[in-house]
Structures are given as C-alpha cells and as structure tokens.
C-alpha cells in the first residue's frame, strides 16, 4: 500500500483532524460548514464528519447511554483516521462530552494529527436556540441522558481554541479556525 505521504503530496496538503466539542447547539456543525467552505474555495479537500451522516448510518442503533457514547465516539474516530491517513482536511463535530472520549480519539487519531476546539457556548444560549426542540423535551423529561440537562459535559483541559459563539459573529469564528489550520499546514493556499 503506498504511504500518506505519497496521498498527501498528490493532493498538496497535510491529512488533520479538528475536533469540535461542546453542547448540542452551541455552534460546533455550523462552523465546521463554514470551515468547510472557505478550505474549499482555496483548493483545500475538506469532509465532515457529523451527526448526520454517522449517528444516521454507520452507527445507527447506538443510543446515549454512556456505552454507546463511548463505542460511538471510538468508531468516528476510526473513520477519521482512515479520511486522515488519506490527506483529507477531516472535521468532526459531535458533543463529545468527556475528557475521557476526547483522549481516546486523541489517541486513535494521534496527538499530532488531533485539533481540539472547545465551542464553549454557554448552556443558557444553546438552549435559548434549542435549534432542534431538544432542550424543552429534555426538561420534560422526554429525552433521557441529554448533555447539559442530565449527562454531564466536562470541559476540556488544553483546547486548541476556544470558541464562544454568543460572542463574536460566525465568520470570526470560522476565521478563527482557518488559521489554526494554516498554522498546522504552512502551504495552504491564501
Ligand atoms: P451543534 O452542531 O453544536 O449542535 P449547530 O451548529 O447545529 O450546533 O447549531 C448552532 C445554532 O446556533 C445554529 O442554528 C446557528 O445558526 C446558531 N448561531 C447563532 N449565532 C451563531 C454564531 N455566532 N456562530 C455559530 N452559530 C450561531
């Protein structure tokens, strides 16, 4: 099998991982989207890797408890490994809420390959949004072990960037993010 090198030279860039965590709504998909489409506009290869397209197919059937939480973090950052190893420029937005599963992805991935950004959005505004009516069903008590109502979130310890969302506009956000992935990828192109 040929090496990542020889991947990454094909495409001219670097494979890395940026790994967003924080509660559900505090802006993790919505800046990675953002990411996604200025890396692109430079001729930066980008795929994100989200709720949507894992939790609905290659771990459908896992649910939340902190079990399947776990196998579903380990399995995201198995898949992320492989888009890595390919060269890809590899997003991941999920709620992650543990020290514990960040280190292991960490480890799965490798520290160098691995961007932590803590979306540190304050719980108050991410459920004033509650973008998908989760919140209020979780204070019903309709929705079990939901993250920052009845499941713990541990807040990182050495995030790459932190990043409040109720504080400053989306493109600040996302430039915020393109630099850092300047910064690990000198040629990018501007
Ligand atoms: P997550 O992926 O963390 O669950 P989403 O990105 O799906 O969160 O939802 C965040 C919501 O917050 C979106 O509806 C987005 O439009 C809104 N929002 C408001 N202000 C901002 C901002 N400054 N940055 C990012 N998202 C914001």
Known sequence: MLPRSAREQLLGQRGLMVWFTGLSGSGKSTIALGVERELHSRGILCRILDGDN?????????????EDR?????????????FVDTGVVTLAAFVSPTNEYRQMARDIIGADDFFEIFVSTPLEECE??????LYARARRGEV??????????????HPALTIDTSRQPLE???????ELIEAAMPHVKT
Not at 56 to 63: H, K, R, T
Not at 71 to 80: D, K, T, Y
Not at 172 to 178: A, D, E, I, L, N
């Open 128 to 133: 004033r949004r509650d973008v998908k009516g």
């Open 172 to 178: 600040v956000s996302v430039r915020q993010v393109v």
């Open 144 to 157: 079990k072990d939901f993250t920052g109502i009845s499941a713990p979130f541990e807040v990182p310890e």
């Open 70 to 82: 776990r196998e579903n973090i380990r399995r995201i950052a198995e898949v992320g490994k492989l």
């Open 54 to 66: 894992i939790r609905a197919g290659i771990n459908a059937g896992l649910g939340f408890s902190a």
